[in-house]
Structure formats: structure tokens, C-alpha cells
């Protein structure tokens, strides 16, 4: 099960482009990497998913080297209400077919925009 | 299209008592699964559930249990209430397992 690693903390300022790496170094062929957001007393929210190279949305981008053993979220321009923690999450939709097999979160990195 | 609906939102309850926590996954989503998070402890997986059955389970004691309904509605119990059981319950839905998965609100549950 690919284990992911994110840095625990980040500061900002509003306006500014913030880059989030997560490294998974024994990520599986047919993972995907997947992040969300999460406000204080909610629930994660989908933020972005990708395989390789780029993705890009209207909310973030998503960076994937070759090797895949790392990808950085890309926030463009954050503003307060960006001030959430970031989880980097790793899985497939082959190994569903194994019964011990489960998204594992890590601790998520906390980025604390400031004015 | 109508995201992940959990209810209650918020709930008390006292050591000792159970809870039933309800979770509605997105139209067409058939697996569910759910999370406690704790500040010491994080996101933790409990269950997972696909096609009534469950299929995965977390490292929890047997006071936690759920199931699912054959409209892929589930529904968490926890029996005899601790005071560590205090936290959010977060479900999440995705049309597989495996699959990209959404989360609801999550139900507080604060144990006193």
C-alpha cells in the first residue's frame, strides 16, 4: 500500500502560487493520486486526480515527474479561504478486487494563508 | 447532482449509550465507507461497504459496526459509547471500490 509523506505545515501570503509535494515513493503501477481539501468540521472535498504529467482544473494543477514517486499541488494565487488541510492520497481501481486492500490517509498538510 | 448527505450533524450522547450515524452516498454510487477523525488520531478507516456487503474493515473494536441497505444507503452503529469515541464520522461514497471517493459533511459526535 503506497504510503504518502507531505510536509505538516505551510504559510502563505494571499496572492502568492503555493506548490505542495507529496512523495510516494512505492507507488503501484495503477495508482492514481488524488487530493482534497479539508475546512475545519467538514468533510475532505475533492480537489484534483491525475495519473502522470499535468493536470490541470479550475481550482489547481497537478504535477507528476515521469518516475511518479512525488507529485506537487499547485495553488495559483491563494487567497484566505484557501487556509485548509491538504491530503495527498495514493489508490486504484484494480486492487479493489483484494478485500485487504484501503485508502490510507496521511497527516495532511496544513497550509495557514495569511493577508 | 446531490453530493453525500449525512445525518445528524451534530449529536451528544452519554457513555454507555449507542448511536446510529446515517449516511446517503451520491446517486448512483454504490460503495461506501467511513472514516473517524481525531485530532491525535487523524483519518481513520472503518468499513467499507459494496453491494450490501462488507468488504474491508479497520483496526476498530466490534462496538463499531454498520451495514448497508440495497439502495446503497448505509448506516454505522457504535454500541456502549466512550468518551474517546468523540469525533467525526465521516463517510464517503464512490461508484466503486477503488474509484474516486466523495465525502459528506460528517457527523459530530461528542460523548460526555
Known amino acids: 500500500l503506497a504510503k504518502t509523506t507531505q510536509p505538516i505545515s505551510m504559510d502563505s501570503y494571499e496572492g502568492q502560487e503555493v506548490n505542495i509535494t507529496c512523495s510516494h515513493n512505492?507507488?503501484?503501477?495503477?495508482?492514481?493520486i488524488t487530493w482534497y481539501q479539508q475546512f475545519p468540521s467538514q468533510g475532505p472535498r475533492f480537489i484534483i486526480q491525475?495519473?502522470?504529467t499535468k493536470v490541470t482544473n479550475e481550482v489547481a494543477s497537478l504535477f507528476i515527474p515521469a518516475d511518479r514517486k512525488s507529485s506537487t499541488l499547485s495553488l495559483p494565487r491563494v487567497s484566505l479561504s484557501d487556509t485548509a488541510v491538504y491530503y495527498c492520497?495514493?489508490?486504484?481501481?484494480?486492487?479493489?478486487?483484494?478485500?485487504?486492500?484501503?485508502?490510507?490517509f496521511g497527516s495532511g498538510t496544513r497550509l495557514l494563508v495569511r493577508p | 447532482k446531490a453530493g453525500v448527505t449525512q445525518t445528524p450533524r451534530y449529536l451528544i450522547k452519554t457513555r454507555g449509550q449507542q448511536v446510529t450515524l446515517s449516511c446517503s452516498p451520491i446517486?448512483?454510487?454504490?460503495?461506501v465507507s467511513w472514516y473517524q477523525q481525531t485530532p491525535g488520531q487523524g483519518l481513520q478507516f472503518l468499513f467499507e461497504?459494496?453491494?450490501?456487503?462488507?468488504?474491508n474493515k479497520g483496526n476498530f473494536p466490534g462496538r463499531f459496526s454498520g451495514r448497508q441497505f440495497s439502495n446503497s444507503r448505509s448506516e454505522m452503529n457504535v454500541s456502549t459509547l466512550e468518551l474517546g469515541d468523540s469525533a467525526l464520522y465521516l463517510c464517503?461514497?464512490?461508484?466503486?471500490?477503488?474509484?474516486?471517493?466523495?465525502f459528506g459533511e460528517g457527523s459530530w459526535l461528542t460523548v460526555v
Open positions: 464517503a461514497s464512490s461508484t466503486t471500490p477503488g474509484n474516486t471517493i466523495y
Open positions: 512505492n507507488i503501484a503501477t495503477n495508482d492514481y
Open positions: 491525475g495519473y502522470k
Open positions: 492520497l495514493v489508490g486504484d481501481t484494480v486492487r479493489w478486487m483484494d478485500s485487504s486492500y484501503k485508502l490510507i
Open positions: 446517486s448512483g454510487h454504490r460503495s
Open positions: 461497504y459494496f453491494s450490501e456487503t462488507q468488504r
